[in-house]
Structure formats: C-alpha cells, structure tokens
C-alpha cells in the first residue's frame, strides 16, 4: 500500500530530521558571555585570547579612551600610577610591591586570575604589555595582552555599575629575572659581558645583549652615559619595538632571524630597554613567548640609567 504524503506527514518528516541533526552537532549558547567574546585577538605568550566569565580584562588606554568606549566591565589601568615617583624613576615599579598586589585584590585579581590586558596596539606605546609585564613579574601565571579593535567584542560608554568584586590579600612572589636593574646594565657594561660571559651576583656565566627598542631616529640621537661611552657604542642593538609585533599585538615570530642575525640567542640575558621601560616590557614578554627565557626589562630606561 502506498503512503499518501500529505502536508501533516511532511512536516511530521522535517521536525524529525531538524531534531536528529540537533542531537548530533554540540548547541551554541546564544548568551554565553556575549558582551565580551573575542573573535580575533593577539597575545602575549603566541596563543589566541580567550575570555571566560571570570577573566578581568584590564584596559591600559588613557582614560579619556575608556570614558568614550570600552569593553563591558573592563578595568581601567593606568601602568604609571604603580611606579616611583621621582621622575627619573617614572619607569621602575614602587618598592613595596605588597601595595601593588593589596590594590590588584581589590580588583578582583590574585595569581590564579587569568587577565586580558588590552590597549592601542601599535597606536600606542606598549602600555598593556608593561601591564602584563608587571602582573607576570608580581607572579600572576595567565597574563596576555592585545590591540582592543583586535578582541571583536562589543563597546560601551556606560560606566560600571557593580565593582569588581575583590579576593583575597596575597604575597608577590617577584619573577626576578624580568626585571633588570641599573645595576646589572651597568654591570654588563662595565665587564664588557657583550663580549664575554660574565655572572652577575652569582648567577650562571652568561653573554650580554642590550636591545634598544625605541625608533632609529630616538637611538640615533641618544646622547650616552657620559661625553665618551654609550649605549650603541657598547654593543647595543636597536630593534624598534613595533617590528616584534603583528598589526593586533601578536608576537611576530619573524623577529626571531633578526635577532639571530645580530647574535641574539635564547641562552644570552638579554636586556631590553627604552626611554621608560614601556615598550620594552612588551617586547620583553614576546621574547619570552619566543624561548628566550632569558630576557628582562631594564624598567627604568634610559632616564633613569642617565638619571634624568
């Protein structure tokens, strides 16, 4: 007997086929987080950002950006305002470094917290990798950072109603080797160790490089630590900040055979500095991305090497 197919059973047919698909492929959650799913985005440790209800995003633009738009309860973050006061010391980090992870609690971050520190990219001056910089330092594990127009999530100019709920006190465990002192720049300097292995307060005999991340007309115009020594005369290399990253902040790995061009190697302590340790604790954290677990950021920079 043959079955008549009547409109009834046709749709009887196509609800069926709509519910068996539906049971095969994983469903999407059309409310899962929406206000700040990423969709594109660079990082600082070469992996794709990826945000989760209990990410804190950090934004490190000027707060005229922030007021204007900014990702959905986001955290504006100025990296200036957790450093010395004097102005030739603008860069380095403040010395009671138990301040700084008091005041990052109370945003809601401990070294468990996966941060997203965003900013302009390019646009600016590596601000949210000195962010992601002093939050690796301090011990905070999960730290990346990206070009904000690069995380395709949504804006708003509506300031936050709900502050971010703050955790526990902890203790900062410094990641010492990130941070490079004047001393030791001066050390390497001294011990000609550009040249010759030399250990620096007791640490593995290692070569030196120095590398000036500023742009080739603010290097080329450096005046040195005095009328006969400086920094390009000592060995120097000058790789512009900018060339170590993608157009959305993600470490280009390209760099990697200009570096070795010039000897730059992963087993070297390699220091790398600017004007205020800004852009170079950026190009510091994709160095480190690359393997060269050597790398520190000379966090005063040249003002405060030239003490200015």
Not at 8 to 13: C, E, G, K, T, W
Request: hydrophobic share 40%; glycine share 8%; with cysteine.
């Amino acid at each position: 007997m043959k079955m008549k197919w009547t409109p009834a059973i046709l749709v009887a047919l196509v609800v069926a086929f709509f519910a068996m698909a539906g049971c095969q492929t994983k469903p999407t959650v059309a409310n899962d987080n929406p206000d700040r799913r990423i969709e594109a985005a660079g990082t600082s440790m070469m992996k794709p950002v990826e945000i989760n209800p209990e990410t804190v995003i950090i934004d490190a633009r000027a707060a005229f950006d922030y007021a204007g738009a900014h990702v959905p309860k986001s955290i504006p973050m100025t990296w200036s305002d957790f450093t010395e006061p004097e102005p030739a010391q603008r860069g380095i980090l403040q010395a009671d470094l138990f301040a700084i992870t008091r005041r990052l609690a109370r945003l809601g971050i401990d070294p468990a917290t996966h941060v997203v520190v965003a900013g302009k990219g390019k646009n600016g001056k590596g601000e949210e990798g000195r962010i992601a910089w002093m939050l690796s330092y301090l011990g905070i594990d999960n730290v990346q950072f990206a070009e904000i127009d690069s995380l395709g999530a949504r804006f708003t100019n509506v300031k936050e109603a709900n502050p971010p709920k703050s955790v526990a006190m902890w203790k900062p465990e410094p990641a010492t080797s990130l941070n490079v002192t004047k001393d030791e720049v001066l050390f390497a300097i001294n011990k000609q160790a550009i040249v010759k292995a030399e250990a620096y307060k007791g640490t593995e005999p290692r070569l030196y490089k120095i590398i000036d991340v500023r742009e080739e007309k603010d290097y080329l115009g450096h005046v040195g630590l005095g009328s006969k020594t400086n920094i390009p005369n000592m060995g120097g290399i000058n790789i512009p900040w900018k060339e170590f990253f993608t157009e959305t902040l993600l470490p280009d790995s390209s760099i990697e055979k200009k570096l070795k061009a010039v000897g730059v190697t992963e087993d070297c302590r390699v220091i790398v500095l600017d004007q205020d340790g800004v852009a170079s604790a950026a190009v510091t954290m994709a160095l480190r991305s690359f393997g060269y677990t050597h790398a520190g950021n000379y966090s005063g920079g040249l003002q405060d090497l030239l003490g200015r």
